[in-house]
């Protein structure tokens, strides 16, 4: 495996891969979710790049850039054994000039939900991946469905600036008790994270109610914020895979997501109906 920290570097590296590169981008301290990225992107692939960058664009004031965990050593061993070719780990001044030309998330999709709490937060993730995906000029890029929102806005901009590369959606990697894997979720004391399993609890109970018929938005969103009364949560959403909100779920077009505070850690969880 190539680690590389300049742009040059990578340039460099990518040339000399011939045939289809499966990219992976991430902002390190890796978990199982990321290694299912890799290892569909190692499947589907000749090659496989990953990138580690915490992207400051992305995080808004008194959000968590500064203390986000970095886990750099063992990160590098996760990407060597899953076979990835080059490690693209590049710091804020490889990859951001002075008053650059940028692009811009939409203004609905990029501002609602997410984009409404972290306003400009997508807009910094569009920035970078665009980038990235300039750098790296891969076949398939790879994005985790937890991140629901983020991976929609993507499959946007690919589209909208007819980008050469399919984004490839990939499941949501769960502890045994239903705890969404999350960079974050490091930050809970064992008693929060305790708590925080109300979230993926509710959108199970949604899913069984919808399993059994039930598609009314408003009884699905009684019966969930009941197993989340404890937690403060920011929104339950019903939405359409355009992110449009829905009154009836419509099976196969549907997404139901949830955003919450464990203490002072912001989780966020969907199921794709
Ligand atoms: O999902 C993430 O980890 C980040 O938003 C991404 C896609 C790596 C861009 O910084």
């Known amino acids: 495996m190539k680690v590389v920290r300049s742009v040059e570097a990578l340039k460099e590296a990518r040339a000399e891969l011939k045939g289809s590169v499966g990219f992976v981008p991430t902002m390190g301290a890796l978990h199982e979710g990321h290694v299912s990225l890799i290892r569909k992107a190692r499947e589907e692939n000749d090659h496989v790049i990953v990138s580690i960058f915490v992207n ?19 990160d590098r061993r996760i990407c060597e054994l ?88 990939v499941e949501t990697v769960r502890e045994a008790d239903g705890l969404a894997l999350s960079s974050r979720n490091v930050y809970l004391s064992a008693e929060e994270r305790q708590k925080a399993l109300a979230i993926s609890k509710a959108l199970k109970r949604a899913s069984k109610m919808v399993g059994a018929g039930e598609l009314d938005v408003a009884r699905l969103k009684e019966a969930m914020e009941a197993v989340l009364a404890e937690l403060e949560v920011e929104y339950v959403a019903f939405v359409n895979r355009r992110f449009e909100p829905v009154e009836k779920i419509e099976i196969q077009n549907s997404i139901i997501l949830i955003a919450a505070r464990v203490g002072q850690t912001r989780l966020i969880d969907n199921i794709w109906l």
């Open 56 to 74: 400051p664009t992305q995080f808004l004031p008194g959000e968590d850039l500064e203390k986000y965990p970095r886990k750099e050593e063992a």
């Open 82 to 169: 899953a076979g990835v070719d080059i490690l693209f780990m590049p710091d804020a001044s490889a990859m951001y000039g002075e008053d650059e030309v940028t692009v811009r998330a939409p203004k609905y999709l990029g501002y609602i939900l997410e984009g409404h709490r972290r306003p400009g937060h997508f807009d910094g993730v569009v920035r970078v991946v665009l980038k990235l995906f300039n750098l790296t000029r891969p076949t398939r890029a790879y994005f985790g469905k937890k991140d629901a929102q983020q991976l929609v806005i993507l499959q946007r901009m690919v589209s909208d600036l007819f980008l050469p590369l399919e984004i490839v959606p």
